[in-house]
């Protein structure tokens, strides 16, 4: 979801082990964290640097580059010639649009702007479409320009506090909804652009709500740029707690759960840091929170609900690197009740991520097939989905081979 601040292609030819080197160290990531986010001691990683050993295989490396966050695989790997993005996706037709939308400051309106209300309803509608559309981003990429220059409009023309707070908190909402259109997409300085707009939207408004969405977001971009940034992470999560922790009593249920969600996202980022107790502490006290709303209940932003929690118990495992435990959270967890198409599709490429830990390799590429049914643009644009794709494309198993090659094609890492 939120930032990829990965480092700009390497220009001088480097060889694959000094590439590691430095993308590792740009990553703030020491040689014992590496070699153990992928299975391997540190003196591995230091001949690998070194050149004493040659290049490792496919699957290590792009298990490397997934641990890296490496935006191009050719970065790490010095070959130009076949370029093939991870953790970015293809840049969609409708991000220049949205883009100049943010990038516009409306000083001069020929027109009145509408109300905080009637946008209100406008983002709701939209919120709505994301969920029930296979092909989301396009239909937010769609209805995203006229409503950001709208809220933009609405917050600079309010005259009365009351009415200026409502405007900034609908604006901060609205770019809330650019960053899910935003993310993974070839431009991270637009990303965090609109992220910290979004907090300081947030903050000028007051509201409760609108404060918890930015700080889940602008966490999320903290956590995504690595290890280096993890402490930004947790400060921005745990300040947001302590804000919303006293309104909790007479909070709405969308308050509740956004702290609900901002206790799961202190968890996700402790389970990166392979901190297991804290991780699965702050799942359950999510949970406890999950269970407090109603059965039915679906947060629109952050999809925090009772229904999320098994697909959240599953991302924590994988992120840990338990195999074993996050197949044993993906029986468990029931995808049917997700009611978001690309939020059921980002579970099921996470319940592929296990079974691909679980190595079982045919499980999770038919787990990826799910995912493309689910939603076909959230598959295109996840680095995870692509990295089992891609190494699948190398297993010694025909069957593999060809149902990853079809998943590769749909997907459009190669060509037809």
């Known amino acids: 979801m939120p930032s990829d ?14 590439r590691m080197q430095v993308l590792r160290i740009r990553r703030g990531m020491s040689r014992t964290v590496l070699a153990g986010l992928v299975d391997k001691s540190p003196s591995w990683v230091k001949q690998v640097e070194n050149g004493t050993l040659h290049t490792p295989a496919l699957p290590m490396i792009l298990r490397i580059a997934e641990v890296l966050r490496v935006r191009d695989l050719s970065d ?51 919120w709505a479409a994301r969920h029930s559309a296979p092909n989301h981003r396009e239909v937010v990429g769609g209805l995203l320009p006229h409503l950001i220059r709208d809220a933009q ?10 009415d200026r707070r ?9 770019y809330s909804l650019s960053q899910f259109f935003i993310a993974y997409q070839p431009d991270s300085a637009l990303l965090w652009r609109v992220a910290e707009r979004g907090m300081v ?36 999560t745990l300040e947001t707690l302590r804000y919303l922790n006293p309104l909790m009593p007479d909070a709405s249920d969308d308050v509740r759960a956004i702290a609900g969600a901002l206790q799961f996202e202190a968890g996700y980022t402790a389970a990166r840091r392979g901190d297991t107790g804290t991780a699965w502490g702050y799942w359950d006290t999510a949970r406890r929170m999950a269970k407090k709303l109603p059965a039915d209940y679906y947060h629109p932003v952050t999809s925090f609900s009772r229904a999320i929690m098994g697909a959240h118990a599953v991302t924590v495992a994988v992120e840990l690197h338990a195999g074993g435990e996050s197949v044993r959270q993906a029986a468990a967890a029931d995808a049917a009740t997700i009611p978001s198409r690309p939020r059921r599709a980002r579970h099921r490429i996470e319940e592929a991520r296990g079974y691909q830990l679980d190595r079982q390799p045919e499980t999770a590429l038919a787990t990826l097939d799910k995912a493309y049914e689910a939603a076909p643009e959230t598959i295109r644009y996840n680095g995870y989905a692509r990295r ?29």
């Open 5 to 18: 601040a990965t480092p700009e292609p390497l220009d001088h030819p480097l060889v694959f082990g000094q």
């Open 76 to 126: 790490l790997t010095g070959d130009q010639s076949m370029p093939i993005e991870l953790f970015i996706g293809p840049g969609h037709a409708k991000l220049p649009a949205v883009r100049a939308a943010i990038d516009s400051f409306p000083l001069i309106a020929d027109h009145e702007a509408p109300s905080a209300s009637h946008l209100t309803a406008r983002l709701e509608r939209a």
């Open 153 to 162: 409009l609405a917050a600079g023309q309010a005259d009365r506090a009351a």
């Open 166 to 174: 409502a405007a900034q908190a609908v604006l901060s909402e609205v």
């Open 201 to 236: 939207a947030a903050q000028e408004s007051e509201d409760p709500h609108a404060i918890g969405v930015a700080a889940w977001l602008t966490a999320q971009a903290h956590r995504d740029s690595g290890p280096a940034h993890f402490d930004a992470a947790d400060a921005v």
């Open 388 to 416: 089992i794709i891609l190494e699948e494309v190398e297993s010694r198993s025909p069957s593999h081979r060809r149902r990853a090659a079809e998943l590769a094609v749909k997907i459009g890492v190669l060509a037809a």
